[in-house]
């Protein structure tokens, strides 16, 4: 197995009474291809918001390229070459296209020498596909292109390792698999650990080597996919126990 | 936008602007330059403000604080420390109480921040008017050792071109960049690797370090000043008006809000000095209903804009009137 990138020990998240994330263990290798899944509320989207620095976690270890990063401020795991989307597109709107893309290169993405296709703005705009759009402002191009565009962003801080938080939600069954060409491209091409949430699992199972499971805050299963739809617990999770009753 | 002819032009315009503004005192009425000074300041207060609170849209209260705190540096360091000094003085003491003011208040957004710089501002005065009363005993002091008044004008126009300059060049510069992206989404901008509470901090201060050396500046001219009348929260709210009626995030539109409105106060205080405030108030609901993007969002198309608009209120308003009849 290549060398672990990231780390996470036990991350725990708790928003007053609540327990959004409950000791969640995980570890994510280089150039990996990893899908989380979980029913609504399970705690996917704080757990993603734990390991990219936007909230910090209640308790838990984390560690990403050596360095230990829990607990610091967003543009430290941005150094450290974490990087990632959200799930509703946060482009700068009155920017053009291409001066989003600017934006992560001239911050996190400036010290560090980047692959061949993250060399500058423009090879990164044809990575992505968005190259006749780069004079238009971001408010102006469609919902699916800014979530392509949030990609480009993230990209352009020439990040190690890319979470993405629902990318394909509300697209197109053509836009999916562009987008999920996308993705596998960016991992072979420009060898970035790729760890994908979505919330429709059948679309993230085909594409991904290996699903982390979260149901209620808790880590359920980890595995490659077809052993992840066998888990009796990941069944129940997802379906109840009306398919038990079916069987019987 | 960031291209090499509109740099060309930015700085044309402004070197015509700062020639025309060096000429005046050889031609104008004693009250003319004296009305072009308070323009002036007013130049130099919404230029730097706008430069921080108008890319970040954190909108700060606080200029009168630092206005207070350069305008008391002055009267208490001007007899030991040459003119030159003592303004660089006001703005580095200035810039210190914004750093520590920026640590307590700017993690807060919106009215927050509004609301705490606005009392951190009265907590300032207050703290002055206890520490005069209990350990200088006065109330106010007296400035004796007082510049010519072509020095005072020399150096607010200084210090006007200065904030224009700085925004001129702030705006190509990566340090403009992580404060309009603040502006837009902070947290987004924080993702992408901006250390954003190092770029606020920074920002604050260059603004506040503005407000300590107009205020060092201007203090002389009052010859005797008291806590009331250079920590007046007024200064704040016409900076900000200034700069809001001139549109915040645009590069000219402080400076021209400046001028218009200068002139404008002045105007209606000698005509009509009974609805004076009145218009006032009038004039800003109107920018904010109407020009939300300011005065130098203002454009030909603007124009027809209002007259196509009235033009169909008139014909809807006709036809209701043809129903009904």
Redesign the interface.
Known sequence: MAEVFLEARDITVRFGGLTAVDAVSATFHAGELVGIIGPNGAGKTTFFNAI???IAPTSGQLVAGGRSLAGR???H???AGV??T?QTP?V????TVAANID??L?????KRAGAWHLRDEQSILELIGLAQLAGRPAAAITPSQQRVLEIG??L??RPRMLLLDEVAAGLTEAEVHDMAQLITRMRDELDLTVVWIEHAVSTLLRYVERVIVLHQGRKIADGTPQEVVRNAEVIEAYLGDEMEEAAA | MNSRPTLVRDLLVLLAFAGWALALPHYGSEFMVSMALTCLMYVALSSSWGLFCGSTRYMSLATSAFFGVGAYTSAVFLGQLSWVESIALGAALSAVVAVLMGLAVLHLRGTYFAVLTFGMTELIMYAVIYFEKRYSGTVGRVLTVVPENDVIYLTVLLLAMLAVLLSILLRRS?FG??L??IG??E???????????LIKTAGFALTAAFGGAVGAAMAVRWTYIDPHTVFNPFIGFQTVLIALIGGAVTLWGPLIAAIVFSVLAETLRLQFPQIYMMSLGLLLILCVLYLPGGLASLRGSTFTGWWQDSRQWWRQLGRKEHKNG
């Open positions: 990219s620095g936007v401020p967003p543009h795991y941005a150094a990087a990632r959200f946060r700068f709107a009155d920017m934006f992560g001239k911050f996190a993405g400036r962003m993230a352009a801080t | 990566r960049l992580a309009m992206g837009a989404d947290q987004r901008a924080q993702t992408l690797g901006v250390n954003t509470r």
